[in-house]
């Protein structure tokens, strides 16, 4: 066996291997996104059995095989059973962790989408918070932490400071906001109110324990939803199961 490694993580996804195994995927603070073999997890009797899942936060011990890592042993800080019997929350719970996984990478300092995952995951137990915000802040969040957010905090065609206090518009296209008279000649650009222009500012550029402190009218969340929603399709090139899963249930309620 080679020497134990010890990584803070969260489990992102699970799937079965063979008759008792797991392969689970781990986005890690000092590794970045990983898979690991967890033996045994699916035994009654395994000590793997509860912490090889997905939404489980904590400290994951590994050895490093020929081809990937294996699972040595689990300190579990966090294991949101409780979201598990709610929906639609499970959905969007399971869709923050397919758009983590999209933008994870090996080798790399995970320590803020973790953050992230954790404060919204822990956003969607709050009964006092619509799902549907919580999705609109965790996806522009995760656009920023990745380094294409959208520019929000000025024109991003002639830099001006002052779209908060003039007709505003978004473009996909352009990634960002853009003053009246740049957006003359912009196809796509969509006119933004001031309360939704606000509100995308405090998501991109507050501080993380923040993000969800705040909730918008239901004209305002509307608006959210059409901008970010084609700003995260824009910047992403797969359909995600869990958001399909969330349509279907759209359409029946």
Same mark, same amino acid.
């Given at each position: 066996?080679?020497?134990?490694?010890?990584?803070?993580?969260?489990?992102?996804?699970?799937?079965?291997?063979?008759?008792?195994?797991?392969?689970?995927?781990?986005?890690?603070?000092?590794?970045?996104?990983?898979?690991?073999?967890?033996?045994?997890?699916?035994?009654?009797?395994?000590?793997?059995?509860?912490?090889?899942?997905?939404?489980?936060?904590?400290?994951?011990?590994?050895?490093?095989?020929?081809?990937?890592?294996?699972?040595?042993?689990?300190? *579990?800080?966090?294991?949101?059973?409780? #979201?598990?019997? %709610? =929906?639609?929350? +499970?959905?969007?719970?399971?869709?923050? $962790?397919?758009?983590?996984?999209?933008?994870?990478?090996?080798?790399?300092?995970?320590?803020?989408?973790?953050?992230?995952?954790?404060?919204?995951?822990?956003?969607?137990?709050?009964?006092?918070?619509?799902?549907?915000?919580?999705?609109?802040?965790?996806?522009?969040?995760?656009?920023?932490?990745?380094?294409?957010?959208?520019?929000?905090?000025?024109?991003?065609?002639?830099?001006?400071?002052?779209?908060?206090?003039?007709?505003?518009?978004?473009?996909?296209?352009?990634?960002?906001?853009?003053?009246?008279?740049?957006?003359?000649?912009?196809?796509?650009? *969509?006119?933004?109110?001031?309360?939704? #222009?606000?509100? %995308? =500012?405090?998501? +991109?550029?507050?501080?993380?324990?923040? $993000?969800?402190?705040?909730?918008?009218?239901?004209?305002?969340?509307?608006?959210?939803?059409?901008?970010?929603?084609?700003?995260?399709?824009?910047?992403?090139?797969?359909?995600?199961?869990?958001?399909?899963?969330?349509?279907?249930?759209?359409?029946?309620?």
């Amino acid at each position: 066996m080679s020497d134990l490694i010890t990584v803070q993580g969260v489990v992102l996804s699970a799937m079965p291997i063979g008759e008792y195994d797991k392969r689970i995927v781990l986005l890690t603070r000092e590794r970045g996104k990983i898979s690991a073999f967890a033996k045994g997890a699916r035994r009654l009797n395994s000590p793997f059995m509860a912490a090889a899942n997905p939404f489980v936060f904590g400290a994951f011990t590994l050895y490093e095989g020929r081809s990937s890592y294996n699972l040595n042993q689990v300190s *579990v800080t966090h294991h949101f059973v409780e #979201l598990a019997g %709610m =929906q639609p929350g +499970i959905y969007y719970g399971y869709y923050f $962790l397919e758009l983590a996984d999209y933008f994870g990478r090996e080798g790399t300092d995970e320590r803020e989408m973790m953050n992230l995952l954790y404060v919204t995951v822990k956003a969607l137990l709050n009964p006092h918070i619509d799902d549907r915000l919580v999705r609109c802040v965790y996806e522009l969040r995760t656009m920023a932490v990745q380094g294409i957010g959208p520019q929000v905090h000025g024109c991003v065609s002639c830099g001006s400071g002052n779209v908060q206090g003039e007709p505003a518009f978004f473009s996909q296209n352009e990634h960002g906001v853009l003053c009246g008279r740049c957006a003359m000649g912009v196809r796509d650009a *969509v006119r933004i109110s001031g309360a939704a #222009l606000y509100a %995308m =500012q405090f998501i +991109i550029s507050a501080p993380m324990g923040k $993000l969800y402190t705040f909730t918008v009218k239901e004209e305002v969340l509307e608006e959210l939803e059409y901008h970010i929603r084609r700003y995260t399709a824009f910047n992403t090139d797969r359909r995600f199961k869990s958001l399909e899963i969330l349509e279907v249930m759209s359409l029946t309620t």
